[in-house]
């Protein structure tokens, strides 16, 4: 006796196969998904820590527009003072820390009833250096 029609065994096969492609794909989606996420909370992470540094300059920088002489630290900051040449006048300048790597920098030109802001910017903490224990072809003949 001859058996007839499509036999159980390759039904099996393309249904295994399916469930398995079906199980990578979503092994996939669900670590991307959570590279994603860490990706995003330090995102935010790096939002909340300039608002809130944001938030303390703008409380030193009325501190200091209140103050009859610019005291060395205020809330913890450290107040410095530089010469610009450019303008040929003293400023006024501090770092509020954002992060681990980052800080808020603030650079102000105080008169006498007035202040200019000359810079008011995110700031890497951390020095780069250049790597080259690599060597790479430049393209010059030795």
């Excluded at 006048?89 to 954002?98: A, G, Q, S």
Aim: with cysteine; hydrophobic share 45%; aromatic share 10%.
């Amino acid at each position: 006796m001859g058996k007839s029609g499509i036999g159980v065994g390759s039904a099996s096969i393309v249904l295994v196969f399916a469930v398995l492609c079906l199980t990578v794909f979503s092994l996939i989606t669900f670590v991307v998904a959570g590279n994603e996420k860490r990706l995003v909370d330090a995102k935010a992470d790096l939002v909340i820590g300039y608002y809130n540094a944001d938030t303390l300059a703008e409380l030193i920088l009325s501190d200091i527009l209140a103050a009859d002489e610019i005291p060395d630290i205020i809330r913890g900051v450290e107040i410095s003072r530089g010469f610009n040449e450019a303008l040929n006048k003293e400023t006024t300048y501090f770092f509020c820390d954002i992060s681990d790597s980052k800080a808020l920098f603030v650079n102000l030109l105080i008169q006498d009833e007035s202040f200019d802001i000359l810079s008011w910017r995110m700031y890497d903490k951390e020095v780069w250096e250049l790597d080259e224990t690599i060597n790479v072809w430049t393209g010059d003949e030795d």
